[in-house]
Each structure stands twice: as C-alpha cells, then as structure tokens.
C-alpha cells in the first residue's frame, strides 16, 4: 500500500456520501449532467481569501495568478475577492477584463509576448511585467504607433531563489524576466522613453510549504526592489513580491502557516527602506488560493484483475486532471487525496489496495497507485481532492479524443 495525500479539512459526508459546500456529490453531478466534473465551491475560495487577508498586514494587495483556475464563472467571483489579477497570455488578459477586473489592476507576465498581445495590453491599459529589454523596446514601438502611454512594470530574475520551491522560477539562468543587474537599466530606458513605468515583479518560486523560507524569500525581494530603485532614482509605485504559498498535495506534506508569514511581512514593511515608503505592495497567489476549493469527481467505469492487482478503472483520467498523475511537474509519482465520494464516511478500507487509473489508453494514466480504499464497484464516483488549481485548464484534454471535463462552480 501507498500512502495518500491528505483530504483538506473542508469535506464532510451525510448517509456515506461526499458532501462539497453542503451539497452530496452525486446530486451535483446529476446537476452538472454528467461526470467526469470539476467542482469548485466559492465558499471555499471566500473562506481562504479572509484567513490570508486576516493573516497579512492590511496595505497588501492580494493578486491572484489565474492559470492556476481561469473558469469564468469563477474568474466573476474573484474579481470582487481580491486586488489584481496577473495574466500570463492575451487570452487570459482578455477573459480578466470580461470577468470585469478594471484593466489597471491587471499585470501580464510571460517570456514570449507576441506584438499583438502587447499591443492589447497597451491599448486596454494593462500592466505588462517586461521579460527582457527586447520585450521593452517592442512594447515601446508599438505604443508610439497607437499613441498610447504604456504601463510597464520590470520582472526581475531574482539572484536569489525560494528555498524548497517546488518549481524554481528565479536564481541562475532564467527565461523569466531580466537578471537583477540589468533590471535597474531597463526601467530607466523605459522612463526616459515616457512609460508610465509600474514598478517591479519578482517571483522566486511555487509550492513551498515552509513558512520560513517565504519569509526569507520576501525579505530578500524587498531588499532588492529597494537596491533597484535607488538605481533608477524612482520610487516603484508596485512592489510585486510573488507568491509561492504551496498547499499540501502528497503524504507528509503539511498545510503551509501563513501566520509567521504575515507577522515577518507585516514587520519587514514597517521597517522597509526609504525609497520603498509610498509603495504598494502585493503578492501574487494561484493555488494558495483555489486548489483545495476543487474536488474532480469520476465514476467507475469497471474493476479488473491482473496478476493478483486490483485496477479500478474510471471516466476521467490524466487528459483532465494530469497533475493527480504525477506528469505535471512532479520527479517521484504520489499519491494525492482520493476517496470514493459515495461511500466517504466508510472507516474501513478493503483489505488489499486498489490501483486507480483513468480511461486513457498509456500507463501514465495512473490516479491512485496502490490506494487504501473501501471496495469499488462499478457506478461508484470517485473523489480526487486538490483539483481546484492546475486542473482543467492545465490537462491535455484533446488527447485521445474523450470529451472535455465538466465544470460547476457552487456557493
Ligand atoms: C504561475 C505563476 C504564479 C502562480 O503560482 P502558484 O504556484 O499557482 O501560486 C504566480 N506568478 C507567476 C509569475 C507565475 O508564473
């Protein structure tokens, strides 16, 4: 047997079945019409947005990165929940302003920025964060040509990255943003060319769950927007600190104590440098702020044998839900949270563990790798927790032809 990853605290159950948001599984997936179905409760999302906001200094905007979930009904409901919203492509610049997030509250991050993309973030007066001096002499033209004044902030590729980050974003060579020792030059080009110059974004990192590694990682990015801003002689009417806060995914992982975090940020601020005092300052979240708000549910299609293993076969699979798989961005293959929803409250798992896998025909398909769950029969929905980030919008649906996976935001 492999372990799994912890359930996050926010799941009850009523007669054996799941409940998310007080609703029971199968009634919401009767509502959707179908499984698989992606099920996003708001209450969630809400509650975790206050316990940051409770958690941070109060003058620190929330932004939230929306590649982690950019379902629209969900992108609505944000945009009434936190500050800014960053986008990493035209497309994403486009959904945020529909979802009705005023375009100045908006940044788009991203290392290959065509001309059409920078154009309509010019043109909407979105905050474009510059990946590189090249990236700033385009956006430059190109707002001569509309005759529009653009908003530009500068990503830093920090010299200094988040310890124990799952994904490393900053530190060595880096195809995001420019090295620290040229940022300084590159804002000052882009006020001397009359830029309407935003301040700085540095992101160091994803997926950390050590609350002292953020701090230190905070600390050393205030530090630095304060040494580059004295060299551009401009105080940064932004300080874009990044984001990184993980959430537990796998055994062992703990939930990440935003406390400290925000008594360190809270006292960093209170004692930054001079040039730093009318700056603005936030940070950046995606899955912080909605992976546990997601519960994939999918239904067991059959169970088979094979040499003595039990293979519990469902309708979905890694084509809508690739990160359960352990194919995004994970070395080791673990287990996440799973249960079977309709049976949620039974205590005692079947003796020998059962291996979940999808509906996709490659043995990368894998959901549950030798799982202690209560025996599955065909007709059973099965539960993958943590779905709320990285999930639908970040699988490869098209691949084998299956249908797209439903969506349904609740509360
Ligand atoms: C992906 C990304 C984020 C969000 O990262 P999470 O780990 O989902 O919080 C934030 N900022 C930038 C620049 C990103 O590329």
Not at 106 to 133: H, Y
Not at 234 to 239: I, K, R, T
Not at 296 to 320: A, I, N, P
Not at 402 to 408: D, V
């Given at each position: 047997m492999k372990p799994m990853g912890p359930i996050p605290p926010w799941f009850g159950a009523e007669e054996g079945m799941l409940l998310i948001g007080g609703c029971g599984a199968a009634s919401l997936v009767d509502e959707a019409g179908d499984t698989p179905l992606f099920v996003y409760d708001m209450g969630i999302v809400e509650a975790t947005v206050r316990r940051l906001r409770d958690a941070m200094p109060h003058q620190l905007g929330i932004h939230y990165a929306i590649k982690a979930n950019p379902y629209v009904p969900l992108l609505a409901r944000m945009t009434g929940l936190v500050d800014g919203f960053d986008v990493a492509s035209g497309g994403e610049a486009a959904r945020a302003l529909e979802a009705g997030m005023?375009?100045?509250?908006?940044?788009?991050?991203?290392?290959?920025?065509?001309?059409?993309?920078?154009?309509?973030?010019?043109?909407?007066?979105?905050?474009?964060?510059?990946?590189?001096?090249?990236?700033?002499?385009?956006?430059?033209?190109?707002?001569?040509?509309?005759?529009?004044?653009?908003?530009?902030?500068?990503?830093?590729?920090?010299?200094?990255?988040?310890?124990?980050?799952?994904?490393?974003?900053?530190?060595?060579?880096?195809?995001?943003?420019?090295?620290?020792?040229?940022?300084?030059?590159?804002?000052?080009?882009?006020?001397?060319?009359?830029?309407?110059?935003?301040?700085?974004?540095?992101?160091?990192?994803?997926?950390?769950?050590?609350?002292?590694?953020?701090?230190?990682?905070?600390?050393?990015?205030?530090?630095?927007?304060?040494?580059?801003?004295?060299?551009?002689?401009?105080?940064?009417?932004?300080?874009?600190?990044?984001?990184?806060?993980g959430v537990p995914y796998f055994p062992g992982d703990e939930r990440l104590d935003i406390r400290p975090i925000g008594a360190a940020?809270?006292?960093?601020?209170?004692?930054?440098?001079?040039?730093?005092?009318?700056?603005?300052?936030?940070?950046?979240?995606?899955?912080?702020?909605?992976?546990?708000?997601?519960?994939?549910?999918?239904?067991?299609?059959?169970?088979?044998?094979?040499?003595?293993?039990?293979?519990?076969?469902?309708?979905?699979?890694?084509?809508?839900?690739?990160?359960?798989?352990?194919?995004?961005?994970?070395?080791?293959?673990?287990?996440?949270p799973l249960a079977i929803a309709n049976r949620f409250d039974t205590a005692a798992p079947a003796p020998d563990p059962v291996t979940v896998v999808g509906c996709l025909c490659t043995p990368l398909d894998r959901l549950g790798d030798k799982v202690a769950l209560p025996p599955a029969t065909p007709g059973d929905l099965i539960a993958i927790f943590l779905a709320g980030a990285y999930g639908a919008s970040a699988s490869p649906a098209a691949f084998l032809g299956h249908s797209p996976p439903r969506e349904l935001l609740i509360g």
């Amino acid at each position: 047997m492999k372990p799994m990853g912890p359930i996050p605290p926010w799941f009850g159950a009523e007669e054996g079945m799941l409940l998310i948001g007080g609703c029971g599984a199968a009634s919401l997936v009767d509502e959707a019409g179908d499984t698989p179905l992606f099920v996003y409760d708001m209450g969630i999302v809400e509650a975790t947005v206050r316990r940051l906001r409770d958690a941070m200094p109060h003058q620190l905007g929330i932004h939230y990165a929306i590649k982690a979930n950019p379902y629209v009904p969900l992108l609505a409901r944000m945009t009434g929940l936190v500050d800014g919203f960053d986008v990493a492509s035209g497309g994403e610049a486009a959904r945020a302003l529909e979802a009705g997030m005023p375009a100045d509250r908006i940044s788009f991050a991203g290392p290959g920025k065509r001309d059409d993309e920078l154009r309509f973030a010019i043109e909407s007066g979105v905050t474009l964060n510059l990946e590189s001096e090249g990236e700033g002499a385009r956006a430059i033209a190109i707002a001569n040509r509309v005759g529009k004044t653009p908003r530009l902030a500068v990503r830093v590729n920090p010299d200094f990255d988040l310890r124990g980050s799952g994904m490393r974003m900053g530190g060595g060579a880096k195809p995001f943003g420019v090295d620290a020792e040229r940022a300084a030059a590159l804002a000052r080009a882009m006020v001397d060319a009359g830029a309407d110059w935003r301040g700085w974004h540095i992101f160091a990192g994803s997926q950390a769950l050590d609350p002292a590694a953020i701090i230190e990682t905070q600390a050393a990015t205030i530090a630095l927007a304060a040494r580059l801003s004295d060299a551009v002689g401009q105080a940064p009417p932004l300080v874009n600190l990044g984001g990184g806060f993980g959430v537990p995914y796998f055994p062992g992982d703990e939930r990440l104590d935003i406390r400290p975090i925000g008594a360190a940020l809270d006292s960093a601020l209170e004692h930054r440098p001079d040039i730093l005092k009318d700056s603005h300052f936030a940070l950046e979240l995606g899955r912080w702020l909605v992976a546990e708000a997601g519960v994939y549910l999918t239904r067991v299609v059959d169970v088979k044998q094979s040499q003595g293993e039990t293979f519990v076969v469902v309708d979905g699979g890694l084509h809508h839900q690739l990160a359960a798989s352990g194919n995004f961005g994970t070395v080791v293959r673990r287990n996440y949270p799973l249960a079977i929803a309709n049976r949620f409250d039974t205590a005692a798992p079947a003796p020998d563990p059962v291996t979940v896998v999808g509906c996709l025909c490659t043995p990368l398909d894998r959901l549950g790798d030798k799982v202690a769950l209560p025996p599955a029969t065909p007709g059973d929905l099965i539960a993958i927790f943590l779905a709320g980030a990285y999930g639908a919008s970040a699988s490869p649906a098209a691949f084998l032809g299956h249908s797209p996976p439903r969506e349904l935001l609740i509360g």
